[in-house]
Each structure stands twice: as C-alpha cells, then as structure tokens.
C-alpha cells in the first residue's frame, strides 16, 4: 500500500492557550486536528492532576497532522505563545495513506 509521509505535532498546552492555538492551526492551513483532554501529569513544577479548581491549570492536548510546510508554520507562529505559557511540543513524521486530506 503506497504511504505519505506527513507531520505530527503533538502539543500539551493550558487550557486558556486553546483558543489562540485553534486559531493559528487554522491561519497556518491545517486541515484536521484533534483536542484531547488529560487527566494528569508531571512537569517541571511538579505532579498536576486535572481536578485543579481553576482553569488555567487543566491541560489539554492537541494533536495536529499537517504537510510539512504548514507544519513548520506551525511550530514557528507557536514559539512566542510558549515564551509566556506552559507547554510542551513534539514533532514527528507518520504515515497516511489519503494525503489529499492533508
């Protein structure tokens, strides 16, 4: 079966960033991401767990699969976004077999 190769970018971002994300995943021309909420984790501050009374503290995460090019986008309008909030981004490539849906 023939196979594309295209970008994954996985974020883990505070729940108020989730908006200004949504809308630079769509200013950079992805098609297709998913959010995905999460229940608890570690990072540099310590264990979190999603029961935090405000909202600023939930996690979520999202996972974006796009062409390379927009990918790239992507990552670079995300930079001044995680100089002033918490988060972690990872890249990676996968396979699809529809790359007309990306």
Sequence with gaps: MLTHTVKKVEMF????????????IQECGAKR????????????DGAW?????????????????TRPKKAEA??????PILESWPGVVCVSDIQVIRLERF
């Design 13 to 24: 971002i505070e729940k108020p960033q989730l908006k200004q994300v949504v809308q630079l």
């Design 74 to 79: 992507l990552l670079e309008g995300l930079a």
């Design 49 to 65: 767990q999603d029961d935090m009374p405000v909202d600023a503290q939930h996690m979520v995460q999202v996972v974006v699969l």
């Design 33 to 44: 991401y998913t959010v995905i909420p999460t229940l608890e984790g570690r990072g540099l």
